[in-house]
């Protein structure tokens, strides 16, 4: 004969949790960080100092060894930047979100502003900013080409003084294009970007996606030059800019700071 259960009482329900697998958190955490790295540095680089740099010189020079210096100030500086953000990791993560939340809202209402008053053809006087500055690297290379008698400029070679070996390998050009950058790129709003991203999403994202949006830029403005630095309106870019800088901060009315993205 069985059991009678008894009267009143119920089975228990199965209890369901919330919490995620943590391999999956990080994986959303990584992708969450590399989407807003390369949203942010494509809307902040595209007419900027930087991708004019890269335009200009690779119509003088040889375009590979100006978009692998230019690339290399930039991997160089996307990784100092993403390390000063992590630092900041040591003061609790409720703080650094929020703060870093209202940079970007600030970020985002002066970029549209900056944009709203803008003229259409607003950006040539920063192109022609660098032609000046490229034009007066190009007169130090050729009085150094003269110093050191007949050379090829961009192998960095010549047969007057002797140098040494490694020197060989290096290309004045290459030299140039990766001193420009790294000075035009640091204080700049996607170095301060890039500061406040890797703050509060995960860093390794922070530095793929802002590696891969700098290569995006720099890649598009040595294979345009000129044409396109000419083509892009700044105006536009930087009124979608503030527009995305916006959306990331009003995102964060909606994730918790301790959701991990």
């Known amino acids: 004969m069985g059991i009678p259960m008894q009267k009143g009482v119920t089975p228990a329900a199965p209890v369901h949790t919330n919490n995620e697998d943590p391999a999956t958190q990080g994986n959303l955490g990584f992708i969450h960080a590399f989407v807003a790295a390369i949203s942010v540095i494509i809307v902040s680089e595209l007419g900027d100092k930087t991708f004019f740099i890269a335009a200009i010189m690779a119509m ?13 100030a930039l991997g160089l500086m996307t990784c100092l ?3 000063f953000g992590y630092a900041t990791t040591v003061i609790p993560r409720v703080y650094t979100y929020y703060v ?4 970007f809202a600030i970020f985002g209402i002066r970029m549209l502003r900056e944009g709203l008053k803008m003229s259409p053809d607003e950006g040539q006087e920063e192109l022609e900013e660098v032609q000046a500055e490229i034009k007066k690297k190009d007169e130090e290379l050729q009085r150094t080409k003269l110093l050191n008698g007949p050379g090829d400029v961009e192998t960095g070679t010549s ?4 140098q040494k070996k490694w020197l060989h390998f290096i290309s004045p050009i290459f030299v140039q294009a ?14 301060l970007t890039t500061i406040v991203l890797a703050a509060r999403e995960d860093p390794c ?4 996606g802002g590696t891969v949006g700098h290569c995006l830029c720099t890649g598009l403005a040595v294979i345009g030059g000129r044409m396109i630095a000419q083509k892009i309106s700044v105006r536009t870019v930087t009124i979608i800019g503030g527009i995305v800088f916006l959306a990331f901060a009003f995102s964060a009315l909606f994730i918790s700071p301790d959701s991990g993205f």
């Open 60 to 72: 003088r020079y040889n375009r590979l060894t100006v978009l692998a210096g230019a690339m290399l």
């Open 81 to 83: 930047s993403v390390l």
């Open 205 to 208: 994202g922070v530095a793929v």
């Open 178 to 191: 990766l001193t420009l950058t790294f000075l035009a790129e640091w204080g700049d709003r996607s170095q």
């Open 159 to 162: 047969t007057t003084i002797p």
């Open 100 to 103: 870093s939340t209202a940079l």
